[in-house]
């Protein structure tokens, strides 16, 4: 083979160039406006084989271990939501802020926030809504290579201006706002060779209590949460020595009801933190004496208040049928032990949906399990599915998205959702780079309506599919 070629192929396995770590650009308010919406792509870890990546699509909504992502705010008839995009033709990271107005039926030019001087999506933003209507933007770090950012919006339930707040480091974070007492902030931090679970607070979001340590053991973990008034629900797996996240496995459940200061377990027992110890807290299941990997989705409080978690366990981490069965399954806590049901299959460990417990009692996930136009790669066709029954039976309630182009990705459920906006999500090319839509549903699954690529006003109806 000659060198020229030999140099192709390699930066082929290699994968897209990232560009370059740095500081991020921050705009000055008011801040610019783009022209449309575009999702940023991004990939992880070059596989070498016909499925290119370890996964890799369309990320603006990714990923999964933090949130919440968008919000609807009843006083604005609004629902407002962050993400991750790019200029159209660019693979680098600028986080904007947009909301749906239920009173028009359109949505406005999106606010660029920053540049994020990356093409990580690891380093996408979340956010909350104070008591006030202040909107509040945490954009995430990937590691220590990069710094995070808190910004406030100027007014309330306004996307126009955004002040700084606040440069530090916190990676996948979780932004919970606490009526009569801030804002919870659960978050990781990598330090000695993995990825430790922390949390801090802020009465105000101007000053934050310092970083308290919640749980590290083994190479670290990952984790989702849900809240309900003052009670923050914490559900982690963890990455086993001695190959780290690629091996995670196991399911751990936590609550707090006092921003952290204490924690207990489903049982109501407090615990003595930091948890440095897998055998002081006992599993939901113990997954890796059975072999199976577990790549968390999302947890909900049922009407009861209890936890139910959404879960998917897989036989390994890469791409294609050798890693299946992934099996979706819920995790429902009766009041004395975790009933463990089966919901579908998919064909991708990161495959992500939403859960909804509604207050009728029925259970809703939409996510992408059909397969894709690229098969055994991140995301799919999206389906609602329903369940009447605590999650015995499932229904496929409706397909949502067929003869996709590319395959869709991270279904994400807004805060408090409106039944007109239920889920948003994106659409990316699995195997090779490629542009990114923005769409989203509505309880019923109607349709599917995609948000405007290219606005020639301040403001226009999304389209339906």
Same mark, same amino acid.
């Given at each position: ?5 030999l140099?192709?192929?390699t930066a082929?396995?290699a994968?897209?160039a990232?560009?370059?770590e740095?500081e ?10 783009a ?5 940023i792509?991004y990939y992880n870890q070059?596989?070498g ?5 370890k996964?890799s699509?369309g990320?603006?909504t990714y ?18 939501f962050?993400?991750?995009g ?11 802020v947009?909301y749906?107005?239920h009173?028009?039926?359109e ?7 920053l ?5 990580d999506a690891h380093d996408n933003p979340v956010?909350t809504?104070d008591?006030g209507?202040?909107l509040w933007?945490f954009?995430n770090a990937?590691g220590t290579a990069r ?5 406030r919006?100027?007014?309330p339930?306004?996307i126009d ?5 606040l440069t530090t480091? *916190?990676?996948?974070?979780?932004a919970?706002h606490v009526p009569?007492?801030g804002? *919870?902030?659960?978050h990781?931090r ?6 430790? &679970? ?6 105000t979001?101007e000053?934050?209590s310092e970083?308290?340590? &919640?749980a !590290?053991?083994?190479?670290g973990h990952y ?5 309900r008034?003052?009670r923050i629900?914490s559900?982690?797996?963890?990455h086993?020595e001695p190959v780290g996240l690629?091996a995670r496995?196991n399911l ?6 006092d921003?952290?200061?204490t924690w207990?377990s ?13 055998r002081v807290?006992e599993?939901?299941?113990d997954?890796?004496a ?8 999302t947890?909900?409080f049922d009407a009861e208040?209890?936890?139910?978690i959404?879960f998917?366990t897989?036989?390994g981490y890469?791409s294609?049928?050798?890693s ?5 399954r819920t995790? !429902?806590w009766t009041?004395?032990e ?7 299959e998919?064909?991708?460990s990161?495959d *992500?949906?939403?859960?909804?417990i509604?207050?009728d009692?029925t259970?809703?996930?939409i ?6 136009p690229?098969?055994y790669?991140?995301g ?6 329903t369940?009447q ?7 496929r309630?409706?397909t949502?998205?067929?003869n996709?182009?590319?395959?869709h990705?991270?279904?994400?459920k807004p ?6 906006f ?5 659409d990316?090319?699995?195997w090779?780079?490629s542009e990114?839509?923005?769409y989203?549903t509505d309880?019923a ?16 109806a999304?389209s339906?599919?």
């Amino acid at each position: 083979m000659r060198r020229r070629d030999l140099l192709k192929l390699t930066a082929a396995l290699a994968g897209p160039a990232l560009r370059a770590e740095g500081e991020a650009e921050l705009y000055s308010a008011p801040q610019p406006k783009a022209d449309g919406y575009h999702g940023i792509w991004y990939y992880n870890q070059p596989s070498g084989d016909q499925y290119r990546y370890k996964y890799s699509g369309g990320f603006a909504t990714y990923p999964q271990q933090q949130g919440p992502l968008a919000h609807y705010a009843e006083q604005a008839r609004k629902t407002f939501f962050c993400y991750g995009g790019t200029r159209p033709g660019k693979q680098e990271l600028i986080h904007l802020v947009s909301y749906f107005d239920h009173k028009t039926g359109e949505v406005p030019r999106p606010t660029i926030l920053l540049d994020k001087k990356t093409g990580d999506a690891h380093d996408n933003p979340v956010m909350t809504i104070d008591s006030g209507g202040h909107l509040w933007i945490f954009s995430n770090a990937h590691g220590t290579a990069r710094p995070a950012y808190i910004h406030r919006s100027r007014e309330p339930y306004s996307i126009d201006a955004f002040e700084h707040v606040l440069t530090t480091n *916190f990676s996948y974070c979780h932004a919970w706002h606490v009526p009569g007492s801030g804002i *919870f902030l659960p978050h990781t931090r990598y330090e000695n060779g993995g990825r430790s &679970l922390y949390s801090m607070s802020s009465e105000t979001g101007e000053r934050w209590s310092e970083p308290k340590l &919640l749980a !590290r053991f083994a190479k670290g973990h990952y984790q989702i949460t849900c809240q309900r008034g003052p009670r923050i629900a914490s559900v982690f797996n963890v990455h086993p020595e001695p190959v780290g996240l690629n091996a995670r496995t196991n399911l751990y459940y936590v609550e707090t009801s006092d921003f952290g200061r204490t924690w207990q377990s489903i049982d109501g027992k407090t615990l003595e933190t930091p948890l440095t110890d897998a055998r002081v807290i006992e599993p939901v299941q113990d997954y890796e004496a059975e072999g199976l990997l577990v790549y968390l989705k999302t947890v909900e409080f049922d009407a009861e208040g209890r936890p139910v978690i959404l879960f998917l366990t897989s036989k390994g981490y890469a791409s294609g049928p050798e890693s299946g069965p992934r099996v979706w399954r819920t995790a !429902r806590w009766t009041g004395s032990e975790w009933q463990i049901r089966t919901m579908t299959e998919s064909d991708h460990s990161y495959d *992500f949906g939403s859960l909804y417990i509604e207050d009728d009692g029925t259970w809703r996930v939409i996510a992408p399990t059909d397969a894709g136009p690229q098969p055994y790669g991140t995301g799919g066709e999206m389906v609602m599915w329903t369940s009447q029954d605590l999650g015995a039976h499932w229904k496929r309630l409706k397909t949502l998205t067929r003869n996709s182009p590319r395959n869709h990705t991270y279904a994400r459920k807004p805060v408090n959702a409106h039944p007109d906006f239920y889920a948003l999500w994106a659409d990316g090319n699995a195997w090779e780079p490629s542009e990114s839509s923005l769409y989203f549903t509505d309880r019923a699954g109607s349709a599917v309506w995609r948000l405007p690529a290219r606005m020639d006003a301040p403001a226009q109806a999304p389209s339906m599919l």
